[in-house]
Structures are given as structure tokens and as C-alpha cells.
């Protein structure tokens, strides 16, 4: 039984039923029509440049009969001044060298002055012996495309305002989270630093150092879980707690137990924040200062000594604020002498990462770095830290606040000049 294929039953479809009639025309476009009215722009032009086709498509975009191009301009009249240059510098010379040139956007002169922009794939036809013959050039409307990219170039500027704003608002809210300065101490020196791990969010790291009466002064250092509004709304939360209940009752480790009440009775609207702080209680003697100070799960303080020695401060703690109820917390009072500094510091200091191996900064390699600045004032070690934490660059992911209390070295007394010779 012999077929009938498809071209000879008429161009069945895919249904199996044959085309009407004028669907069946459609499919039988001649190659002139297929060529003149194409979705895009024809051009074929000699070697020089000057135009010796187009099709009706690019007639229409530009508004230009064919008797005013063919034999008559050349390709690169149909450019703006600027597409010209480049046309001359790098589009025909690229072409002359590989035979063809894809995807360049230009922009095209209408009749009546208006530009539009355009995609240009040409290629060359050479003869057998690889002389060129003619430059065939294919031309796609960008107008579409070039609105879309100013689309997006005005919502990426406008992205980027939005983040300076937000970035703007986030600074802003920090800074009310941190004190504007710290007091001055009769006979201590202080000194603080904040890092902030992101310019995008709110981080909870918080310290202060406020009096509490003539010879009494209070501070506390601490670190909110995680970042964001809800954990600055809990930083809010805990600063104005710590110094209303340490006016009530200086105790560190009472003024922790108030603050711990004052979590566990707001953990859940809280989405389940706790937080690390010590808390203390400076007040001077003969030689220095004495610290009494109280710790809820935080780092331990460091000593760096005037005898060039630095050491981890054990403080009796407790475990993190607003986890558990009804938590007895204990303090220890560290002294303070000539030349001591003590530096109290939030974990994202010793839990930055660094090296090759990505290992953690960890509290050894923290001490050692402070033995090697003992003996130190406030501001010294404040500023070796901050080029410290510059240094672990992108290791350092988490906020990081740091205070320094140091006790000024006396200087020597001169001895008095003996009568009748005088001082040099």
C-alpha cells in the first residue's frame, strides 16, 4: 500500500486534519516576503559601507524610502555621531578580521532625528577565493530592551537609596543603644569601642558606665541574641532595667537577678531572647579602684597587669539571663592598681574566625595578645583591639563591644634640690 506524505496531502496538522486554505497560503510565503517584512531589519551593504538592500522593516523603523538609501548612503550614515566612532574604531575593523560580529548595540538615526536603539549581527559573503562580496547585517529593535534596563537601573538606584536609608536608620538606632560618651572617673582612665558585624542590622551588643553616687559608679557589658529590631528593642529593654534596679540596689549580683526576672517575664513576647552581661560596681581606694562584679553566662574579664602579666578574672556567674527562673548569681571583687587595666569584652571577639582553617580567635590567643600590650592604659588597649578586629576582616561576623578601665601609673616624686644648687 503505498503513502501519501505530508507535502503531498496538503501539510496535515498536528491534529491530522488538513489546513484551510488560507492558513495554507500563509505557509507558502514567497522568500521575498519572508525577507521584506521580517520581525527585524535587513541591511546588506558592499565592502565600503554603502547600502545595497533593505528590507521594508528597517524602511518603516526608520522612516526612509528605499530610494533614498540603496546606492545612495552607506551603513554607517544610519548611525548617530557616536555610533559612527565606535562603527570606525572597532565594529568595522572587528568585522574586516573575523568575518562576522554579533550582539553590538547601536543606535540608529530615523528620518526624523529620533534614535532607535538596536542590536547588530553582521557577516561577510566572500567569494571562492575569499574576497568580500557584500556585508549582511541583521538589525533586532532594543527599544523594548532599553526600557527595560532603564527599568532596572532606576530600581537599582532606587534600591540603593532604600539601603542608604536603611543603613542611615540602623546607625542612628545603635547610637541610641550605646552611650554618647562615657563619665569622667576621678583617677581612672576609660575608654570603649563597638563593632558592628553589618551595616544592615541592628546588632545587640550593649555597654555603659553611668554614677551611681559621689564615690559609686556603675557599668555593664553584655550581648542579645541575635540581630534586628526584636533583639534592639531587648538591648532597650535590659539597659534601662540594669540602671533602675542598680539605683534600687547596687548589688551586681541582685541587680542580675532583677534583670533576669524582668526577661523570663517578657521571654515570650520576646520571641525567646536572652542575653549574656556582667554587671559592676566601681568605687575607689588609697592605691586604685576595687570592681565588684557579677556575670550571666559572659566572658570572663581580662587583667592586664603593671607588672606586664594578663590574666582571665574567674567571676562568679551564673548561666544566661532570661533562660532560667528563680537563679542565684554571686559576685567577686577584682582590685585595680597603679598601671592595671581591666578589659571586658562581648564574644564576638574570641568567636571570629581566622587563619586558613577558618579556626576560632578563642580566649588563648586573646590572652596572649593582651599580655603583649600589658602594660596598657584604657585607650591603648581600646585602640590595639579595634586594630586587632580590622585585621580578622571578613572572619568577624558577630557585633563586638569592648570596655577598658585602667588606673593611671603616679608618677615618681622629684627629690627636693639640695640648698645652694640649682636644678637643671
Given at each position: 500500500?503505498?503513502?501519501?506524505?505530508?507535502?503531498?496531502?496538503?501539510?496535515?496538522?498536528?491534529?491530522?486534519?488538513?489546513?484551510?486554505?488560507?492558513?495554507?497560503?500563509?505557509?507558502?510565503?514567497?522568500?521575498?516576503?519572508?525577507?521584506?517584512?521580517?520581525?527585524?531589519?535587513?541591511?546588506?551593504?558592499?565592502?565600503?559601507?554603502?547600502?545595497?538592500?533593505?528590507?521594508?522593516?528597517?524602511?518603516?523603523?526608520l522612516?526612509?524610502?528605499?530610494?533614498?538609501?540603496?546606492?545612495?548612503?552607506?551603513?554607517?550614515?544610519?548611525?548617530?555621531?557616536?555610533?559612527?566612532?565606535?562603527?570606525?574604531?572597532?565594529?568595522?575593523?572587528?568585522?574586516?578580521?573575523?568575518?562576522?560580529?554579533?550582539?553590538?548595540?547601536?543606535?540608529?538615526?530615523?528620518?526624523?532625528?529620533?534614535?532607535?536603539?538596536?542590536?547588530?549581527?553582521?557577516?561577510?559573503?566572500?567569494?571562492?577565493s575569499?574576497?568580500?562580496?557584500?556585508?549582511?547585517?541583521?538589525?533586532?529593535?532594543?527599544?523594548?530592551?532599553?526600557?527595560?534596563?532603564?527599568?532596572?537601573?532606576?530600581?537599582?538606584?532606587?534600591?540603593?537609596?532604600?539601603?542608604?536609608?536603611?543603613?542611615l536608620?540602623?546607625?542612628?538606632?545603635?547610637r541610641?543603644?550605646?552611650?554618647?560618651?562615657?563619665?569622667?572617673?576621678?583617677?581612672?582612665?576609660?575608654?570603649?569601642?563597638?563593632?558592628?558585624?553589618?551595616?544592615?542590622?541592628?546588632?545587640?551588643?550593649?555597654?555603659?558606665?553611668?554614677?551611681?553616687?559621689?564615690?559609686?559608679?556603675?557599668?555593664?557589658l553584655?550581648?542579645?541574641?541575635?540581630?534586628?529590631?526584636?533583639?534592639?528593642?531587648?538591648t532597650?529593654?535590659?539597659?534601662?532595667?540594669?540602671?533602675?534596679?542598680?539605683v534600687?540596689?547596687?548589688?551586681?549580683?541582685?541587680?542580675?537577678?532583677t534583670?533576669?526576672?524582668?526577661?523570663?517575664?517578657?521571654?515570650?513576647r520576646?520571641?525567646?531572647?536572652?542575653?549574656?552581661?556582667?554587671?559592676?560596681?566601681?568605687?575607689?581606694?588609697?592605691?586604685?579602684?576595687?570592681?565588684?562584679?557579677?556575670?550571666?553566662?559572659?566572658?570572663?574579664?581580662?587583667?592586664?597587669?603593671?607588672?606586664?602579666?594578663?590574666?582571665?578574672?574567674?567571676?562568679?556567674?551564673?548561666?544566661?539571663?532570661?533562660?532560667?527562673d528563680?537563679?542565684?548569681?554571686?559576685?567577686?571583687?577584682?582590685?585595680?592598681?597603679?598601671?592595671?587595666?581591666?578589659?571586658?569584652?562581648?564574644?564576638?571577639?574570641?568567636?571570629?574566625?581566622?587563619?586558613?582553617?577558618?579556626?576560632?580567635?578563642?580566649?588563648?590567643?586573646?590572652?596572649?595578645?593582651?599580655?603583649?600590650?600589658?602594660?596598657?592604659?584604657?585607650?591603648?588597649?581600646?585602640?590595639?583591639?579595634?586594630v586587632?578586629?580590622?585585621?580578622?576582616?571578613?572572619?568577624?561576623?558577630?557585633?563586638?563591644?569592648?570596655?577598658?578601665?585602667?588606673?593611671?601609673?603616679?608618677?615618681p616624686?622629684?627629690?627636693?634640690?639640695?640648698?645652694?644648687?640649682?636644678?637643671?
Amino acid at each position: 500500500m503505498s503513502g501519501t506524505g505530508p507535502s503531498e496531502a496538503g501539510g496535515l496538522g498536528e491534529s491530522g486534519r488538513r489546513p484551510n486554505a488560507h492558513l495554507a497560503s500563509l505557509l507558502e510565503d514567497s522568500t521575498e516576503d519572508l525577507y521584506e517584512n521580517a520581525p527585524c531589519g535587513y541591511l546588506s551593504t558592499f565592502p565600503d559601507g554603502q547600502i545595497a538592500r533593505v528590507n521594508a522593516t528597517l524602511l518603516s523603523w526608520l522612516g526612509f524610502t528605499r530610494g533614498e538609501l540603496v546606492g545612495r548612503r552607506y551603513f554607517s550614515d544610519l548611525l548617530t555621531v557616536g555610533g559612527r566612532l565606535y562603527h570606525e574604531t572597532h565594529f568595522a575593523p572587528l568585522l574586516a578580521m573575523q568575518g562576522e560580529i554579533g550582539g553590538v548595540a547601536l543606535e540608529l538615526q530615523a528620518a526624523d532625528g529620533s534614535r532607535l536603539p538596536v542590536l547588530v549581527n553582521s557577516a561577510v559573503k566572500t567569494s571562492a577565493s575569499g574576497a568580500p562580496l557584500l556585508i549582511r547585517t541583521t538589525i533586532v529593535d532594543a527599544r523594548d530592551r532599553r526600557a527595560y534596563e532603564r527599568e532596572l537601573l532606576r530600581a537599582r538606584r532606587e534600591a540603593d537609596r532604600e539601603r542608604e536609608r536603611l543603613q542611615l536608620l540602623v546607625t542612628t538606632l545603635q547610637r541610641t543603644l550605646l552611650p554618647p560618651e562615657l563619665p569622667d572617673v576621678p583617677g581612672l582612665q576609660t575608654a570603649a569601642y563597638y563593632h558592628a558585624a553589618s551595616r544592615d542590622e541592628v546588632g545587640g551588643d550593649f555597654y555603659d558606665l553611668f554614677a551611681l553616687a559621689r564615690d559609686r559608679w556603675g557599668l555593664f557589658l553584655g550581648d542579645v541574641c541575635g540581630k534586628g529590631a526584636a533583639a534592639a528593642a531587648v538591648t532597650s529593654q535590659i539597659r534601662y532595667t540594669l540602671r533602675a534596679a542598680a539605683v534600687y540596689d547596687p548589688d551586681p549580683a541582685t541587680v542580675l537577678g532583677t534583670l533576669n526576672s524582668a526577661l523570663r517575664r517578657d521571654y515570650e513576647r520576646n520571641d525567646g531572647r536572652f542575653c549574656t552581661a556582667a554587671f559592676g560596681v566601681l568605687t575607689p581606694r588609697t592605691d586604685g579602684f576595687d570592681l565588684r562584679l557579677a556575670s550571666g553566662g559572659h566572658p570572663a574579664p581580662l587583667l592586664l597587669r603593671a607588672d606586664g602579666t594578663a590574666d582571665y578574672q574567674e567571676v562568679g556567674g551564673g548561666p544566661f539571663l532570661g533562660v532560667i527562673d528563680d537563679v542565684t548569681f554571686t559576685s567577686t571583687t577584682i582590685g585595680l592598681g597603679a598601671g592595671d587595666t581591666l578589659l571586658l569584652y562581648t564574644d564576638g571577639l574570641t568567636e571570629a574566625r581566622t587563619g586558613k582553617g577558618r579556626d576560632r580567635y578563642g580566649d588563648l590567643a586573646l590572652r596572649a595578645f593582651a599580655a603583649g600590650l600589658a602594660p596598657a592604659t584604657a585607650a591603648g588597649a581600646i585602640d590595639a583591639i579595634t586594630v586587632l578586629l580590622e585585621g580578622l576582616g571578613g572572619g568577624l561576623d558577630d557585633d563586638v563591644a569592648v570596655l577598658a578601665l585602667s588606673v593611671p601609673r603616679r608618677r615618681p616624686a622629684r627629690r627636693p634640690t639640695p640648698p645652694g644648687r640649682r636644678r637643671r
